[in-house]
């Protein structure tokens, strides 16, 4: 079985566990997953089963979706529930009029540093490793976008959030940053990732429930429907041969797109990216799958 799977990643487990568990229950060759989740968070995680690991790269630039809690008026040294505490606000928390007004400063395109506790690499050690070792972590500020950040629901010292965003956002870092601008602190209570693209978490299937199963094959995504993102693209058998020998192939294309997915006879053959040889437009294999 080849594709994706659409994972409700429960709390307290980290991703890499969650795969093993389902690799090693179902003995799945190869399995992988796009967008790692802290162990604290829950929600949504995409899969990749046997030849779906070739695609996960596609899924990691996709827009995400969370709902949150910060808990203001303290801090923890991970900016989230399984921190210790490092800072007790004293004074009087913020009314939800002055949290909406700072709120608007993080929409947009925003620059935006990664917590010290990460799995970002500096000279080929994780930056979490880097702290807990008591080695120096100095990480870059990086570009992300905020779509819109809004709040569902306000009740002192918890306040709900609901935040569209780009890849490499850190929610964790809005709430440090949140805090600080309010001046009262803050951490991450719970996170739920409810989308990624076009994914949603209504969608995604319950870890214990996969886990009851003897085989995963129902829960599957095929690669034909696993990437709904991309325009397809018929492929004749001698464009199928020459893709697997790794060519160009030509064809007539009346859209703006740069990736296709190719298909043969309802089988995903590759993602096929746009080129340009000798004035002609063709197409190259960017990811050859062999969806049998």
Avoid: W
């Amino acid at each position: 079985m080849n594709g994706i799977l659409l994972l409700n990643k429960p709390a307290n487990i980290t991703s890499f566990s969650a795969i093993d568990k389902i690799k090693k229950h179902f003995k799945i060759k190869k399995i992988g997953h796009a967008g790692t989740l802290d162990s604290f968070a829950t929600g949504l995680l995409i899969l990749g089963i046997n030849e779906g690991t070739k695609i996960l790269k596609y899924y990691v630039d996709l827009d995400k979706e969370y709902e949150t809690i910060f808990h203001l008026g303290i801090s923890t040294d991970t900016f989230d529930i399984n921190g210790n505490q490092n800072y007790i606000h004293n004074g009087e928390l913020p009314d939800e009029v002055d949290i909406k007004k700072i709120l608007r400063t993080f929409v947009g395109e925003i620059e935006q540093v990664p917590p010290e506790y990460s799995a970002l690499k500096i000279n080929g050690i994780r930056a979490s490793d880097r702290m807990r070792k008591g080695l120096e972590v100095n990480l870059k500020p990086r570009r992300v976008k905020i779509y819109s950040i809004d709040i569902v629901n306000y009740a002192k010292p918890f306040l709900v959030l609901k935040i569209k965003c780009s890849k490499g956002t850190y929610i964790r870092a809005i709430a440090r940053d949140l805090g600080s601008k309010l001046g009262c602190g803050a951490y991450v209570r719970s996170l739920l990732r409810t989308k990624i693209g076009m994914f949603s978490l209504e969608d995604a299937i319950d870890l214990d429930k996969i886990m009851a199963n003897s085989s995963i094959d129902r829960y599957v995504i095929p690669l034909i429907d696993a990437m709904p993102f991309l325009q397809k693209i018929t492929l004749s058998l001698q464009d199928v041969d020459d893709i697997y020998k790794g060519k160009y192939i030509f064809k007539d294309l009346s859209c703006s797109s740069i990736n296709f997915l190719g298909v043969y006879k309802n089988n995903a053959v590759a993602v096929l990216e746009i080129s340009n040889i000798n004035g002609k437009v063709a197409l190259k294999p960017h990811r050859v799958l062999f969806d049998k």
